[in-house]
């Protein structure tokens, strides 16, 4: 029973730790710390996939070397502990270059010191690459160095981590630091049971050490994903109000073209080039401009009708004194003698997530029935 419940908590680590690797990944184009941690769960994750029996077996009989898929799995454990300290580094403030140097320079002497002590260890490993007899040896200092470097990155992140989350002031964040610290507490537990058994390998605890190493490194891919959340539904916010604008935005752009930058490249590919962010500011800085040039063709009148039509100054109301402003500039009708001038006036929201919000309303209602009849009931004036 523990034997499958350890083989299963393995492939849920190994699968998570790809999973939460890969959602980084958008978000790791834009910014620099989600890099950072999407470096570190690919590192891991690399390092539990070598850790696989199939997989070991695989790169030993391709490399022709006896255990050195734990040479790999290990280093690349050191590697990821490297990145948590650089991340630590971003986190309190203090990435520096010299900084960064150091962080590195630890990383590569401890992995050269495994690679090595390796060399001479191979011959007397046994299960799980430790030593068959307790005595002082290349395989004990591969350990010990390895071990060392594990323990020592952990109880320091395991501190900030802890400590951060202190001052975190949203739930979901400090409910992500928590697990991630809960995997460090792992991971320093995981180096004394290791060292344990380095001296004592009769020892029955090696059941115990896997479900906990399992346990941390479950945490830390629970953690990393929450806190990535809140990217995550920005971005899909963002997305989403750039998709719903684009009716408006097309109908405004074709009755005023100088107010884009770039000519249209169709809804869905809109989606898919630049900067998100710029994208967004962009498109309702045009949609703006665009109302505001067509204030001036649109008589007072016809504002006041579609307000009364549509119940107010709803959103609605706007989309039909728009479909008609759009209408008559297309149509090649002049400047108004009454103009529509409170038609839009962004300052009467408070910040730019109300206007994204107002202008998506105004986007959704443009094709509705209630604007399609009102613009039809219209007449076009005639004169130019």
Same mark, same amino acid.
Not at 55 to 66: E, L, S, Y
Not at 192 to 199: I, K, N, P, S
Not at 234 to 258: D, F, G, I, K, N
């Given at each position: 029973m523990i034997a499958g419940l350890l083989t299963t908590l393995e492939v849920a680590t190994v699968v998570g730790l790809w999973t939460?690797?890969?959602?980084?990944?958008?978000?790791?184009?834009?910014?620099?710390?989600?890099?950072?941690?999407?470096?570190?769960?690919?590192?891991?994750?690399?390092?539990?996939?070598?850790?696989?029996?199939?997989?070991?077996?695989?790169?030993?009989?391709?490399?022709?070397?006896?255990?050195?898929? @734990?040479?790999?799995?290990?280093?690349?454990?050191?590697?990821?502990?490297?990145?948590?300290?650089?991340?630590?580094?971003?986190?309190?403030?203090?990435? @520096?270059?010299?900084?960064?140097?150091?962080?590195?320079?630890?990383?590569?002497?401890?992995?050269?010191?495994?690679?090595?002590?390796?060399?001479?260890?191979?011959?007397?490993?046994?299960?799980?690459?430790?030593?068959?007899?307790?005595?002082?040896?290349?395989?004990?200092?591969?350990?010990?160095?390895y071990l060392s470097y594990v323990c020592a990155i952990s109880a320091i992140a395991m501190w900030v981590f802890w400590r951060y989350n202190l001052r975190a002031g949203s739930r979901l964040l400090r409910i992500s630091l928590k697990l991630i610290t809960v995997c460090f507490v792992a991971g320093i537990a995981y180096a004394v049971l290791r060292t344990v058994l380095l001296f004592h390998p009769e020892t029955p605890i090696v059941e115990a050490m896997r479900l906990i190493m399992y346990t941390g490194l479950l945490a830390f891919v629970a953690g990393s994903i929450l806190s990535a959340y809140p990217d995550y539904a920005q971005t899909a916010r963002s997305y989403r109000a750039l998709w719903t604008l684009y009716p408006l935005w097309r109908a405004v752009y074709e009755a005023v073209p100088h107010i884009a930058l770039i000519r249209p490249r169709g809804r869905v590919r809109e989606l898919a080039f630049g900067s998100l962010n710029l994208r967004l500011y962009r498109r309702v800085i045009e949609i703006r401009d665009g109302l505001i040039t067509l204030r001036d063709y649109l008589p007072a009148s016809v504002l006041d009708r579609a307000r009364a039509y549509a119940g107010g100054r709803s959103a609605?109301?706007?989309?039909?004194?728009?479909?008609?402003?759009?209408?008559?500039?297309?149509?090649?009708?002049?400047?108004?003698?009454?103009?529509?001038?409170?038609?839009?006036?962004?300052?009467?929201?408070?910040?730019?997530?109300?206007?994204?919000?107002?202008?998506?309303?105004? @986007?959704?209602?443009?094709?509705?029935?209630?604007?399609?009849?009102?613009?039809?009931s219209e007449p076009v004036p005639a004169h130019t």
């Amino acid at each position: 029973m523990i034997a499958g419940l350890l083989t299963t908590l393995e492939v849920a680590t190994v699968v998570g730790l790809w999973t939460a690797g890969l959602i980084r990944v958008p978000s790791a184009i834009r910014s620099r710390r989600a890099r950072l941690w999407a470096a570190t769960l690919f590192l891991e994750a690399l390092s539990m996939t070598f850790a696989q029996p199939a997989i070991g077996r695989w790169v030993n009989a391709f490399t022709g070397i006896p255990n050195v898929e @734990s040479l790999l799995k290990h280093g690349l454990t050191a590697l990821f502990d490297a990145a948590i300290l650089h991340i630590m580094l971003v986190v309190v403030g203090r990435d @520096s270059r010299l900084n960064r140097r150091r962080v590195l320079i630890s990383a590569l002497v401890t992995v050269t010191a495994m690679t090595i002590l390796f060399g001479f260890a191979t011959s007397s490993a046994g299960m799980y690459f430790l030593p068959k007899t307790v005595s002082f040896s290349p395989l004990i200092s591969y350990w010990l160095v390895y071990l060392s470097y594990v323990c020592a990155i952990s109880a320091i992140a395991m501190w900030v981590f802890w400590r951060y989350n202190l001052r975190a002031g949203s739930r979901l964040l400090r409910i992500s630091l928590k697990l991630i610290t809960v995997c460090f507490v792992a991971g320093i537990a995981y180096a004394v049971l290791r060292t344990v058994l380095l001296f004592h390998p009769e020892t029955p605890i090696v059941e115990a050490m896997r479900l906990i190493m399992y346990t941390g490194l479950l945490a830390f891919v629970a953690g990393s994903i929450l806190s990535a959340y809140p990217d995550y539904a920005q971005t899909a916010r963002s997305y989403r109000a750039l998709w719903t604008l684009y009716p408006l935005w097309r109908a405004v752009y074709e009755a005023v073209p100088h107010i884009a930058l770039i000519r249209p490249r169709g809804r869905v590919r809109e989606l898919a080039f630049g900067s998100l962010n710029l994208r967004l500011y962009r498109r309702v800085i045009e949609i703006r401009d665009g109302l505001i040039t067509l204030r001036d063709y649109l008589p007072a009148s016809v504002l006041d009708r579609a307000r009364a039509y549509a119940g107010g100054r709803s959103a609605e109301a706007t989309a039909c004194s728009v479909a008609v402003a759009c209408r008559l500039k297309v149509r090649g009708a002049g400047p108004c003698a009454d103009p529509a001038t409170d038609l839009f006036d962004g300052d009467e929201l408070p910040d730019r997530a109300a206007e994204i919000e107002w202008l998506c309303e105004v @986007s959704r209602a443009y094709g509705s029935a209630t604007v399609r009849e009102f613009t039809a009931s219209e007449p076009v004036p005639a004169h130019t």
